[in-house]
C-alpha cells in the first residue's frame, strides 16, 4: 500500500534552534516530494517542494534534503522562531497519478521563546 | 490572483442527511482536488476533477461524489452522512501540463460535524 511515514509525531524546539522532521516512503515512482505548513483550523500551505532528481533544496530558513536510495526525505527549519509554530506534513505524488497527493500524519512543531 | 475559496466554512449536520461543499479553484487552474481531514490526521484524497471528468479516485463510497463546472469550480456532495464523515473538507487547484503541475494549492477548508 503507498504510504509516506512521518516522524517525530511532535516536536517541541527552542526560539533559534534547528527543526528536523523525517519522512519515508516506499513507492519508487513518487517524482514530487512537497511539504505543506498548516496552522489551527486553516488549510495547508504549500511551503517548499523537491523533485527526485536533486539532494536538497533551500528557500529562506527551510531546506529539504532527499536521499533516494534510502526513500527519506527530511525537512529541516534553521533559526525556528514562534511564528513556525504549526502542523507539518510531507507529502508524495506520481506513479502517473495527477491529484493523489499522500500525506505523511504530521508533525506537530511548537517553538518555545 | 484570486486564490482557493471554499464554502461554507463550517456545517452541522444529522446522521443521514446529505450536504454540498464547493469550491472555487485559483486563478487559472483547471484542476480540483478534494481532500478529507480527519482530526489529527493528514489529509486524505478523495478525488479529483479536470475539465469536468473525473480524474481519479481514493478509497472513498460512492455516495462521495462530484461535479466541476465549465468555470472550474467544484462540489463535493456527500449522501447518507455518518458519524464518521465529521472532518475538515479540503479542496486543492493545480494546473497540470506545466513544470511545476504537480503544485496544488490548498483552501482554507470547510468543517463538517454530523450528529
Known amino acids: 500500500q503507498q504510504q509516506v511515514k512521518q516522524s517525530p509525531q511532535s516536536l517541541i524546539v527552542q526560539k533559534g534552534g534547528i527543526s528536523i522532521i523525517n519522512c519515508a516512503y516506499e513507492n519508487t515512482a513518487f517524482d514530487y516530494f512537497p511539504w505543506y505548513q498548516q496552522f489551527p483550523g486553516k488549510g495547508p500551505a504549500l511551503l517548499i517542494a523537491?523533485?527526485?532528481?536533486?539532494s536538497e533544496k533551500k528557500e529562506g530558513r527551510f531546506t529539504i534534503s532527499f536521499n533516494k536510495s534510502a526513500k527519506q526525505f527530511s525537512l529541516h527549519i534553521m533559526d525556528s522562531q514562534p511564528g513556525d509554530s504549526a502542523t507539518y506534513f510531507c507529502?508524495?505524488?506520481?506513479?502517473?497519478?495527477?491529484?493523489?497527493?499522500?500525506f505523511g500524519k504530521g508533525t506537530k512543531l511548537s517553538v518555545k521563546p | 490572483e484570486t486564490g482557493v475559496t471554499q464554502s461554507p466554512t463550517h456545517l452541522i449536520k444529522t446522521r443521514g442527511q446529505q450536504v454540498t461543499l464547493r469550491c472555487s479553484s485559483q486563478s487559472g487552474h483547471n484542476t480540483v482536488s478534494w481532500y478529507q481531514q480527519a482530526l489529527g490526521q493528514g489529509p486524505q484524497f478523495i478525488f479529483q476533477?479536470?475539465?469536468?471528468?473525473?480524474?481519479g479516485r481514493g478509497n472513498f463510497p460512492p455516495r462521495f461524489s462530484g461535479l466541476q463546472f465549465p468555470n472550474y469550480s467544484s462540489e463535493l456532495n456527500v449522501n447518507a452522512l455518518e458519524l464518521d464523515d465529521s472532518a475538515l473538507y479540503l479542496c486543492a487547484s493545480s494546473f497540470p501540463g506545466t513544470r511545476v503541475s504537480n503544485e496544488q494549492f490548498f483552501g482554507p477548508g470547510t468543517r463538517l460535524t454530523v450528529l
Open positions: 507529502a508524495a505524488i506520481g506513479g502517473g497519478s495527477q491529484g493523489n497527493l499522500i
Open positions: 476533477y479536470y475539465r469536468e471528468e473525473e480524474n
Open positions: 523537491i523533485r527526485p532528481d536533486v
